[in-house]
């Protein structure tokens, strides 16, 4: 029998596995692989009994058992329906509880680079089991079954549940950390304020749907376009989620400027440090190259044309997205992927010392004067627990302030456009001129 109808009938029997079934472990070395694999931690909403008998010489027989599922929907996939007693194994015991990570725009690209990632202990460490839940729409769950089956395919020790649906209130539940990706794409001819009530919309329902159904101290890294004021109407939307846990992904904008600022100098990009993103994740974001640092030392002072960081720095960053939407035909998912990992590990490793890291954040509070109650890019530094603060030791210059006065200009005209979804009225929509995301040109 192939691996896949085995797995295909375990999922619809509750009837023990036992051993005396053909010899599936002693003839097929894939299959009792696939056994280890497939063990998982009990859910907590689940009520299954397992028991398992394991012999120090013999090859493990683990008794699955169906997961219950009350309303009758499909909750997981495939070989990750199997439920086993995560305790049986010896190299699991170091394990630390398994967390839930819901992702939606699963079946888009960036989650196509992203998910194998999570699934591979790259992001949240060797030790640490995950339950992928990934949300589609009607239009993806096809899709989003092939994606299913690849992370199958795979092998991934760490990976112990993976589900997929198309109702965030059932994908988001106990969600400890919800990547939202799905966006609808800006297409031609529609103006930004367009694009803000669609996506607006889509985000308004999951914040909704975290604040009702996922863990109350959730991190919430918003991706999906335009993202500092989806960010917004999602934390608008889930009163009862810390404002803070809400960030906009603007960590693929540092890499960029990074990226740059390395290549002008002439040094490797692990070089740059203290590179601050602020404001909008549009082409009115301004990385900041006056606290920027270079081998330590001030970027001004390794790099002596002023202008250039004035000018072609400037838009190169802000523009990189487009240029490579140019060049490749599609924006950039892998280097997105790799910014979200970079995102997450910047709040759960403590950031280095003296240094700091970009993300848009809720600026209630903020030290710098900027606007209150928007979603801003700001440097952030953590202890590694999940948290942050704001990094109170930056300075401004008349250009810096002009510049970050213009994307907080920007954002604010965006929050008026969605006040219908941020349950501050009647949307006003007057955004003076029709910026563009970073990958439009
Ligand atoms: N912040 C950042 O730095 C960056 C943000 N982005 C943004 O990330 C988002 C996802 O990018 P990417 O994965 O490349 O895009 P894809 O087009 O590959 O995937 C987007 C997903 O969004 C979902 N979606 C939700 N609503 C709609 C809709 N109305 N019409 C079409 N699709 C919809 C679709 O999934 P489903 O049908 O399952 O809902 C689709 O799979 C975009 O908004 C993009 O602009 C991209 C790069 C950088
Ligand atoms: O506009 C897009 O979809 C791509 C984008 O955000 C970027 O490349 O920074």
Redesign the pocket.
């Known amino acids: 029998m192939a691996l896949a109808e085995l797995s295909a009938s375990y999922t619809k029997t509750t009837t023990p596995f036992h051993s005396s079934q053909p010899s599936l472990s002693s003839t097929s070395p894939r299959f009792s692989d696939h056994f280890r694999r497939s063990f998982r931690s009990i859910p907590r909403s689940r009520n299954a009994t397992i028991s398992c008998s394991v012999a120090s010489d013999q090859v493990q027989t683990p008794i699955p058992v169906q997961a219950e599922n009350p309303k009758g929907k499909t909750e997981c996939y495939g070989v990750f329906c199997l439920t086993y007693d995560l305790q049986a194994e010896e190299e699991t015991k170091s394990w630390k509880k398994l967390i839930n990570i819901s992702v939606s725009g699963a079946a888009g690209m960036i989650s196509n680079h992203l998910l194998f990632k999570l699934a591979s202990g790259e992001v949240f460490g060797p030790n640490q089991p995950i339950a992928l839940k990934l949300l589609g729409s009607e239009r993806s769950i096809q899709a989003l079954e092939g994606v299913a089956m690849e992370l199958e395919d795979s092998l991934f020790p760490l990976l112990r549940e993976v589900s997929i649906g198309i109702n965030p209130y059932e994908v988001f539940q106990d969600a400890e950390w919800a990547l939202l990706i799905g966006a609808k794409?800006?297409g031609p001819g529609m103006e930004r304020a367009g694009l803000l009530d669609i996506n607006g919309q889509i985000f308004a329902e999951q914040g909704k749907a975290l604040n009702a159904v996922a863990s109350h101290n959730v991190k919430v890294i918003v991706v999906g376009?335009p993202?500092n004021t989806n960010a917004l109407i999602c934390m608008k939307n889930a009163p009862n989620i810390p404002a803070k846990n809400f960030h906009a992904l603007t960590r693929?904008?540092e890499n960029r400027a990074k990226c740059q600022l390395a290549l002008k100098a002439g040094v490797f990009y692990d070089q740059v440090s203290n590179m601050t993103i602020w404001g909008n994740?549009s082409t009115t974001q301004v990385p900041d190259f006056l606290n920027a640092r270079i081998k330590g030392l001030p970027v001004k002072e390794v790099i002596k044309d002023h202008k250039w960081l004035e000018e072609e720095f400037t838009e190169k960053v802000q523009k990189?997205?487009?240029v490579?939407?140019q060049k490749w035909g599609r924006?950039?998912a892998a280097s997105?992927a790799v910014s979200i990992v970079d995102a997450i590990k910047s709040l759960i490793t403590p950031t280095p010392e003296g240094d700091w890291f970009s993300s848009g954040v809720y600026t209630n509070g903020n030290p710098y004067g900027i606007a209150e109650d928007i979603v801003f890019s700001i440097p952030c530094r953590s202890k590694g627990d999940g948290d942050y603060e704001l990094v109170k030791e930056v300075i401004f210059d008349d250009y810096l302030l002009k510049r970050i006065r213009k994307t907080e200009a920007e954002l604010l005209a965006e929050k008026r456009c969605v006040a219908h979804l941020t349950g501050e009225g009647v949307a006003f929509c007057d955004l003076t001129e029709d910026t563009?995301?970073?990958?439009?040109m």
Request: aromatic residues 0%.
């Open positions: 794409p800006r376009n993202c693929l904008d994740h990189r997205g487009g490579l939407i924006s950039s997105t563009m995301l970073p990958g439009e």
